[in-house]
């Protein structure tokens, strides 16, 4: 079964360092991967998807993720952190190969410092 | 744009009542899913329809039933709603053949 982890449940940056938030998955082929990011009170809006091609995918807001085989990682990752990034992201990957179900990780909650 | 409405942001219900959660897509996606989001638990899948009259359970379905009589509405019943019921609900749909969810705003359901 697909599993997907997100090990940090709480990250806390200064406005304008460098992000890195961490996703792992089982899956034996190729997936399909997503990040997606959830504001205080709101639904979840995508950031960014990796389907195949180019391990390095641009998304919204100036986020970028790596997929790495060898490491069955696919990690989110932004230069310069803005306090309107403070919000709780998601890792996703198929949990089966019909009926477009995903499974999501726990999420990691992003608070940002001024 | 892909849209997806729920019926309400905020509800708040007694035990035992029986609850309606409504969800709208405008894009004619035939894949429409019921996730509960709680606290380091993440989204967990409750139910899930691939095209009208059509369900399957998810990972959490006890205590919960749907219908999707249109396309476009997918329903979450609680038949009799419980303390532990209170949490986040999120819709979300996608297409026939794709795995990019686009998510609704979520309803915050309070059962006391």
């Known amino acids: 079964a697909q599993s997907v982890t997100q090990p940090d449940i709480h990250i806390t940056v200064s406005e304008g360092a460098s992000l890195e938030l961490r996703c792992n998955y089982s899956?034996?082929?190729?997936?399909?991967l997503f990040w997606y990011v959830q504001s205080p009170g709101q639904g979840l809006q995508l950031l960014l998807k990796?389907?195949?091609?180019?391990?390095l995918v641009q998304g919204i807001k100036g986020f970028e993720a790596e997929f790495k085989r060898s490491q069955s990682s696919f990690n989110l990752r932004k230069p310069s952190v803005h306090w309107s990034d403070a919000a709780e992201y998601f890792c996703?990957?198929?949990?089966?190969?019909?009926?477009?179900?995903?499974?999501f990780g726990t999420g990691t909650r992003l608070q940002v410092t001024l | 744009d892909v849209k997806v409405t729920q019926s309400s942001r905020y509800l708040v219900k007694r035990t035992g009542e029986k609850v309606f959660l409504e969800c709208v897509q405008d894009?004619?996606?035939?894949?429409m899913f019921w996730y509960r989001q709680d606290p380091g638990l993440g989204l967990r899948l409750i139910y899930f329809?691939?095209?009208?009259?059509?369900?399957e359970k998810g990972d959490i379905p006890e205590g919960y039933s749907v219908s999707r009589e249109k396309k476009e509405r997918f329903s979450l019943i609680l038949e009799s709603a419980s303390t532990n019921q209170t949490s986040m609900y999120l819709c979300?749909?996608?297409?026939?053949?794709?795995?990019?969810?686009?998510f609704g705003p979520g309803t915050r359901l309070t059962v006391l």
């Open positions: 979300a749909s996608t297409p026939g053949q794709g795995y990019e969810q686009f």
């Open positions: 899956y034996g082929a190729t997936p399909y």
């Open positions: 990796y389907f195949s091609g180019d391990t």
């Open positions: 996703a990957a198929p949990s089966s190969g019909t009926a477009s179900k995903l499974t």
């Open positions: 894009m004619d996606h035939e894949n």
């Open positions: 329809s691939y095209d009208v009259k059509m369900k």
